[in-house]
């Protein structure tokens, strides 16, 4: 209550932490159960206020590497990961993946690449 007596209520929205369930990933495309875990997985290292963003893009460019075979597979996941961030900021990327048992020395060349998807 305010000095003269009225009620203030003080909203803000909940962060991404907060929800009581892990939100959808934005899917067209089929995913195998084993892509869909690890980008979850990844998603949690990246901080709530940008969570939402890198879910959308890294989910759009996994689909768009899988645009031949129409199912989004565990590798697919991984490069894009890595090749959805700018290339200044792709080291970043490198311990949530080798925390997820991957063996980054595989992909040196996309986190090399001048592309990003």
Excluded at 34 to 58: G, H, I, N, T, Y
Excluded at 105 to 110: I, P, V
Aim: aromatic content about 8%.
């Amino acid at each position: 209550m305010d000095p003269e007596g009225h009620t203030l209520i003080v909203w803000r929205p909940l962060s991404e932490d907060e929800y009581d369930h892990i939100p959808a990933l934005p899917k067209e495309l089929t995913w195998s159960a084993e892509a869909e875990e690890l980008l979850q997985a990844l998603l949690k290292s990246v901080p709530s206020l940008f969570r939402a963003l890198a879910r959308w893009r890294v989910s759009k460019n996994a689909e768009h590497l899988a645009e031949a075979t129409r199912v989004v597979q565990r590798e697919q996941v991984i490069r894009s990961f890595i090749l959805s961030s700018a290339k200044v900021t792709r080291y970043r990327n490198r311990q949530p993946l080798i925390d997820q048992g991957i063996d980054v020395s595989r992909y040196e060349s996309d986190f090399e690449s001048e592309d990003r998807l």
